[in-house]
């Protein structure tokens, strides 16, 4: 019997000094064959050795993913026989290298050769399809390794997208009273090339005594796009004037910003944060100018929404909804310092436009102008301005200083001057001052997110102001006082963890407002129990002529995995309540509760409340469900959806609900069905397509294949990838799959000799080495598909194919190859 070499191939190594660069010679003595004259070790001569041709690959740059998909030429040097990739201008481009040296670089057939400059390196890793490059940093104009430069920017492609969020209640109450509500909001949007076109929409309709009512508005219709020359973001249409220095508002017109999104994260700002208390199953709606941003149910007890737009400044309305009826409103400041800028970089904001009131956009008011500026003028210092003018009507400017202390936070201070003349009227002039403050504490770990204080005298009107009192003179209220915070405190000593938010607004005329969420945490252990949560949250708030005050005291016991068991006690304004209830979160991706409580008097008359939630996520959405009574009172129910549908040229898809101007990767896997990506989280439906979240605009996002589940002849050729999208982008990417089975075959060549010992074996269609041939022309194949077609190159630098025949599935064949030329 004959004996078959596979032999470990490093183990014949034998250094050469007197070869080629990079070259390697083989001890062939040692291979235990007949045949020692047909050997063919020459793509092993050399290491990461590729044969000359095009190739689909991943770049990396400095261990840094670049770009994915790259069609790259690797050609033969002319110099030394080495096989080099000859790149793109466009690819060059994204690796970011000083004008200097990429003039050092020699040009082939328009392609750069950067193997050629002494200190640029290059290698293969074929079994990834990854093409590693590695340049010193004195060679690069970036530095940052949290920063994404614009020219590795990917602006997706085109497509259409719908995110949606659908919620329906019903409640009965006592003698028969009942009501319906169907709602729904969310954005319609088409991506072209670097444009984005947007449109928010909301529906209600209300079934009350007999009576149905219902409204479907466009609340905001708009087109941005990124300017990456100039780090800013422009937005045309329905938009609002997200300023850092004047109060908002929305307006038809055009507006050119810096996006701060588009610097290193430690340059960023904060995001606006919006807490409070449920006393029911609730449902929170946040919205400005009544334009919904954002509404979800939420369970009894202390709520935290971290996940706004950071987009969003101002001043935001928060409605709490509970499922008895009843509703508290109050307001959240989400005002930020405004930008510090580094030492000579300006930073900018332009609007133009006419401002609008009501869902419906009606316009108001006179065209206006509005800009403003932040400079680095020192290393910590930044000088910033700004202007608002609306023609002889109404004047502002504001003048201010910005300092990063460093170990003593942030803070800033300005003054704006305001001229307003009403019809009829002589103009009047005012002044508002303000200061802000932002620090983090690294060694207590606690954060003061924002602090701010504004004082406005009488005779200071903003343009909100302005344009509220010329559409409705009989309200004349104006902002006096304004005081934010917003921080966070661990006490370790304690194991505590603490909260507060807090925000009051006084007026000159009118009443004052105020909202107030102060809250702590403490994890213990207790007896034989481990891991006891306990909670306490004070939340108070005034608006208008209401005012809501609630105290929330609340503990958590685990029972087993994803489950635990937990108290809830309320004392507020109406009353006390106590409820009971029991969690399980065991399940992947759902989870259930069920509880009962109620006030002292409903518990010692038998009226208590019973409800039961129910959470399921899906690779197409989230749904949710929600159902309680309470005896001889009422009874409701809920229901919700949130969703989005992704249509583009490479296909459509559901997926979990993504925001309008949220990145988003579509994923195509060859036609290839229930493909997971993220742990399993994402799924590919039956046309073999999924769409998962990009992550945060202009940064590098990473996403995985989830290869433990892969049906057994299918294998990712690649298992991560990486992109980094622009705002609102769908990002495309193809999942190259090895479909295929595994044989052992014997090749032969037409004279009936065997290919030389160690040729590979490469798919035609897609470039796999399918296999490398052993002692006479014995070779293990692996992802081979029935009548395909591979090639073999010879010692001599001739090719022959070999074509795969139709072999019986789920067998271990043996195949008889011949190779013909």
């Not at 996006?259 to 994260?265: F, K, N, S």
């Not at 201070?413 to 002589?426: G, K, L, M, Q, Y």
Request: aromatic share 10%.
């Amino acid at each position: 019997m004959k004996r078959y070499s596979f032999v470990i191939l490093p183990a014949l190594l034998n250094l050469n000094a007197s070869g080629p660069a990079h070259a390697i010679e083989f001890a062939t003595g040692i291979l235990n064959m007949d045949d020692k004259d047909n050997i063919n070790l020459r793509k092993f001569e050399q290491a990461g050795y590729i044969s000359p041709g095009n190739y689909r690959m991943a770049v990396l740059l400095n261990k840094q993913f670049i770009k994915d998909e790259v069609d790259i030429l690797f050609i033969t040097s002319q110099h030394d026989n080495r096989v080099q990739p000859c790149l793109s201008r466009e690819l060059v481009d994204m690796l970011g290298i000083k004008e200097e040296v990429l003039k050092t670089i020699p040009v082939y057939h328009g392609c750069l050769l950067i193997d050629d400059v002494d200190t640029i390196s290059t290698a293969t890793r074929m079994a990834r399809s990854e093409l590693m490059i590695t340049i010193p940093q004195a060679l690069l104009r970036y530095h940052d390794p949290d920063w994404v430069p614009p020219a590795r920017w990917d602006e997706g492609i085109a497509g259409l997208l719908l995110d949606y969020d659908i919620a329906a209640s019903n409640a009965h109450y006592r003698h028969g009273a009942s009501n319906r509500d169907i709602s729904s909001y969310g954005t319609a949007g088409v991506n072209v090339g670097a444009w984005r076109v947007r449109g928010n929409y909301q529906y209600a309709q209300n079934r009350s005594a007999g009576t149905t009512t219902q409204r479907f508005d466009w609340t905001q219709r708009y087109a941005f796009r990124a300017i990456p020359e100039l780090g800013a973001k422009l937005q045309a249409g329905q938009i609002y004037l997200n300023s850092s220095i004047f109060d908002a508002f929305r307006f038809n017109g055009l507006s050119l910003s810096s996006d701060e999104r588009m610097l290193a994260p430690s340059l960023r700002g904060y995001a606006p944060q919006v807490s409070g208390i449920a006393r029911t199953n609730a449902r929170v709606r946040i919205t400005q100018n009544g334009r919904t941003l954002y509404e979800t149910s939420v369970p009894p007890g202390p709520f935290v929404i971290s996940d706004l737009n950071q987009a969003v400044q101002g001043l935001l309305d928060v409605s709490v909804e509970e499922e008895d009826g009843s509703t508290h409103t109050f307001q959240v400041s989400t005002a930020s310092i405004p930008f510090l800028t580094r030492q000579g970089f300006t930073r900018f904001k332009l609007f133009a436009g006419k401002p609008t009131y009501g869902m419906s956009n009606h316009t108001r008011g006179p065209e206006f102008f509005s800009g403003e500026v932040s400079r680095g003028v020192f290393n910590n210092t930044s000088l910033y301005g700004g202007l608002i003018t609306a023609g002889q009507q109404y004047q502002a400017a504001t003048l201010g200083l910005g300092q990063d202390m460093h170990t003593f936070g942030a803070l800033s201070a300005d003054v704006t001057r305001s001229r307003a003349r009403r019809e009829n009227e002589s103009a009047s002039s005012g002044h508002s001052y303000r200061f802000n403050y932002a620090k983090q504490f690294a060694a207590t770990g606690s954060q003061l997110s924002f602090a701010g204080y504004r004082f406005s005298d009488r005779q200071y009107i903003s343009l909100n102001d302005y344009l509220d009192n010329s559409r409705r003179p009989e309200r004349s209220w104006r902002e006096r006082e304004t005081w934010t915070l917003m921080g966070n405190q661990p006490i370790p000593v304690l194991d505590v963890y603490t909260y507060l938010s807090y925000t009051h607004r006084s007026y000159w005329y009118g009443q004052h407002s105020s909202s107030m969420t102060l809250s702590a945490n403490r994890n213990f252990s207790l007896l034989d129990w481990r891991n006891i949560t306990g909670s306490l949250s004070i939340s108070r708030s005034r608006y208008q002529n209401s005012s809501d005050n609630q105290v929330y005291l609340g503990i958590s016991i685990p029972v087993g995995p994803g489950q635990q068991v937990s108290y809830d006690g309320q004392y507020g304004s109406d009353g006390h309540s106590h409820t009971a209830s029991y969690f399980n979160a065991a399940g992947r991706d759902r989870n259930w509760r069920i509880s009962a409580g109620g006030s002292e008097s409903d518990l010692s008359s038998g009226n208590a409340l019973v409800r039961g939630n129910y959470r399921q996520r899906t690779q197409w959405g989230t749904f949710s469900a929600s159902a309680s009574q309470k005896n001889n009172s009422y009874r409701a129910a809920n229901i919700d959806w949130t969703g989005s549908l992704t249509i583009t040229r490479q296909g459509a898809a559901l997926s979990e609900n993504l925001n309008g101007e949220t990145p988003r990767i579509m994923i195509s896997a060859d036609g290839e069905k229930d493909v997971g990506f993220n742990n399993g989280g994402t799924r590919t439906n039956r046309f073999g397509i999924a769409v998962i979240p990009g992550g945060s605009s202009y940064e590098n996002s990473a996403w995985s294949v989830d290869v433990r589940h892969l049906p057994e002849d299918v294998e990712a050729r690649r298992s991560v990838f990486q992109s980094t999208l622009t705002e609102g982008a769908i990002g495309y990417q193809h999942l190259a799959l090895n479909k295929g089975h595994q044989a052992m075959a014997a090749i032969t060549l037409p004279d009936g000799s065997a290919p030389g010992f160690g040729s590979a074996v490469v798919d035609n269609e897609t470039g796999k080495e399918l296999g490398i041939v052993g002692n006479d022309g014995q070779v293990y194949l692996t992802g081979i598909r029935a009548n395909a077609t591979a090639h073999i190159e010879l010692e001599n630098g001739a090719t022959c194919t070999v074509r795969i025949p139709d072999f019986a599935q789920g067998a271990f064949p043996t195949l008889l190859l011949p190779c013909e030329k």
